[in-house]
């Protein structure tokens, strides 16, 4: 086998790469009234029956075709080929035209192919790495009697844990009642609150 054989073989496995290189033509055949008696269960009879019923031109798609039709009687598999449009005029032809591109080109398809799949590696490690991930958690209460938020205070705790390594996920606000002062001889009702804060940090 040369070099150029081995490189549209290798690009043909990557269907995403070779599918624009594909050119499907349709042949005259037969005529209606020329229909075969018998028909063959040829690698060009499973290729037209799934071009014409629509499948793409994988080797599952193939092999699952082929199965199928071998495993058909004369009639009915006469019937299910011309149901596909196999016994119509036309049938069509793939015209692979990735054998019309020099060796330099195919290899440099195939070098495409290579880098998008190790890429496609790289992201599933990536994606197992980040759900192996494993956090601690740690929450913070800051009380307030004044009615709002003591802002430098909490300033301090979340710079205090960031230095330690956590990361904020989660602010909200508990009230828990209402503190009634006096100034100046009238009552003042104030919110007593409750900032509770969650932060995490990985394992």
Same mark, same amino acid.
């Given at each position: 086998?040369?070099?150029?054989?081995?490189?549209?073989?290798?690009?043909?496995?990557?269907?995403?790469?070779?599918?624009?290189?594909?050119?499907? #033509? %349709?042949?005259?055949?037969?005529?209606?009234?020329?229909?075969?008696?018998?028909? $063959?269960? +040829?690698? /060009?009879?499973?290729? *037209?029956?799934?071009?014409?019923?629509?499948?793409?031109?994988?080797?599952?798609?193939?092999?699952?075709?082929?199965?199928?039709?071998?495993?058909?009687?004369?009639?009915?598999?006469?019937?299910?080929?011309?149901?596909?449009?196999?016994?119509?005029?036309?049938?069509?032809?793939?015209?692979?035209?990735?054998?019309?591109?020099?060796?330099?080109?195919?290899?440099?398809?195939?070098?495409?192919?290579?880098?998008?799949?190790?890429?496609? #590696? %790289?992201?599933?490690?990536?994606?197992?790495?980040?759900?192996?991930?494993?956090? $601690?958690? +740690?929450? /913070?209460?800051?009380? *307030?009697?004044?009615?709002?938020?003591?802002?430098?205070?909490?300033?301090?705790?979340?710079?205090?844990?960031?230095?330690?390594?956590?990361?904020?996920?989660?602010?909200?606000?508990?009230?828990?009642?209402?503190?009634?002062?006096?100034?100046?001889?009238?009552?003042?009702?104030?919110?007593?609150?409750?900032?509770?804060?969650?932060?995490?940090?990985?394992?």
């Amino acid at each position: 086998m040369d070099i150029k054989t081995f490189l549209v073989k290798e690009l043909n496995r990557r269907e995403d790469l070779a599918k624009p290189f594909k050119e499907k #033509i %349709s042949i005259e055949e037969f005529e209606k009234d020329d229909e075969p008696e018998e028909v $063959t269960v +040829s690698k /060009e009879v499973v290729v *037209d029956y799934l071009l014409k019923s629509g499948y793409d031109l994988t080797p599952d798609n193939y092999e699952r075709a082929e199965q199928m039709l071998r495993s058909m009687e004369g009639t009915k598999l006469k019937s299910t080929l011309k149901n596909a449009g196999k016994m119509d005029e036309q049938r069509y032809k793939t015209i692979d035209h990735l054998n019309d591109l020099t060796v330099e080109e195919l290899n440099s398809l195939l070098n495409i192919a290579v880098l998008n799949a190790l890429n496609n #590696i %790289s992201n599933q490690l990536n994606n197992i790495n980040n759900s192996a991930t494993k956090y $601690t958690y +740690s929450i /913070e209460r800051i009380h *307030d009697s004044r009615g709002a938020t003591n802002v430098r205070h909490m300033t301090e705790v979340i710079n205090r844990y960031a230095a330690n390594g956590y990361r904020v996920v989660s602010i909200f606000t508990n009230e828990l009642g209402k503190n009634v002062t006096s100034v100046g001889g009238f009552g003042v009702n104030s919110t007593v609150d409750e900032v509770i804060i969650v932060f995490e940090k990985p394992l």
